[in-house]
């Protein structure tokens, strides 16, 4: 799945901190994968890209309420600058 962001269906962008940006990404994944007919456990590998480390700890809560048991492996990094200005990007690779 390419990288979401806090971008809703309507295509406007969530205005807000990066917990309301982060839950909008986790809802645009669910929606992605369930569109594919797969859910959250079919996530093997997930990278989390944050315009700040110190927005780790929020995004992790956030981003640990799509799974129901332990997640996929991930990785997380800082970059300078994210598409649109957002403060959170997540991609994903799903199986079948």
């Known amino acids: 799945m ?7 269906p309507d295509g406007t962008m969530v205005e807000g901190d990066v917990r309301a940006q ?3 990404v986790v809802a645009n994944m669910r929606a ?3 569109a594919a007919g797969l859910s ?3 996530l093997v590998k997930t990278t989390i890209f944050l315009s700040s480390m110190d927005h780790f700890a929020t995004v992790n ?5 799509l799974f129901d048991g332990a997640p996929p492996a991930r990785s997380t990094v800082a970059c300078l600058g994210l598409p649109r200005g957002v403060d959170v990007e997540i991609e994903g690779i799903a199986v079948y």
């Open 40 to 42: 959250p456990a079919h």
């Open 2 to 8: 390419s990288g979401q962001i806090a971008l809703r």
């Open 32 to 34: 992605v994968l369930a």
């Open 22 to 24: 982060c839950e909008q």
């Open 61 to 65: 809560e956030v981003y640990g309420t």
